[in-house]
């Protein structure tokens, strides 16, 4: 995708009646390109005001915790602070005055779920930013959930369940007790094979989930009910 955005023409928006002053936002991508076209976007609307912006994860909550900002447009594949997702509920648990809105080239429904499962309000593919980020900032000023129509479709198409389908029985069983809390070197006593070959299924259930981190897996194990498999 181009890194610039075309940018549509369209009418000025009709003004909020619930709200006096601009939706204040701060705006987090670490491409200066995109971030510059997605400023021009939302500054050419009547009732949006971009107050900061940052190309950095780190640099994220200094920017909320001075601006507090009504909306952070959020790239969460901007690298450091963790993971795309572990960083959006980090960033969820101590902005909590903030509503996020990620912006996303990935158009999997499984890491949709996710990012909504994990506080997200907002989630729109940066290739439709240009019609679909101000509504989603707006909606989500508002307290409302707000996602791409083409994610959208998606994921209403897709079927409950599907992430767990990706792995094997003997990955389902592997994630269970990583849930549960065994290490590697218990988990292999248990199913008698080698630390090495757990390891190596860890390996593949990070990369199937597209999960970072010990700690996603259990709250995916729990939020998925795998414990009683």
Known sequence: MSAFLHLASVPDPEPDADRATPIRIV?????????QSLRVLLEGEADIHVIAE?????????????????VLVLD????????????LSRLIGEARDTRIVVLTMNDDPAFARRALDNGALGLVLKEMADSDLPAAVRDASRGIRYV?????AKLGSAKPGTDGDKLTPREREVLRLIALGHTSVEIAQMLGLSPRTIETHRARIHRKLG??????????????DLLRL
């Open 27 to 35: 705006l987090a991508d670490d491409h200066a390109a995109m971030r």
């Open 54 to 70: 940052t190309d950095s994860l780190q640099s994220v909550m200094g920017h909320v915790r001075t601006g507090r900002p009504d």
């Open 76 to 87: 969460l594949g901007m690298p450091g602070y963790g993971s795309g997702i572990e960083a």
């Open 148 to 152: 791409s129509p083409l994610l959208a």
């Open 211 to 224: 999960l970072g981190t010990r700690a996603e897996l259990v709250h995916y194990a729990l939020r998925h």
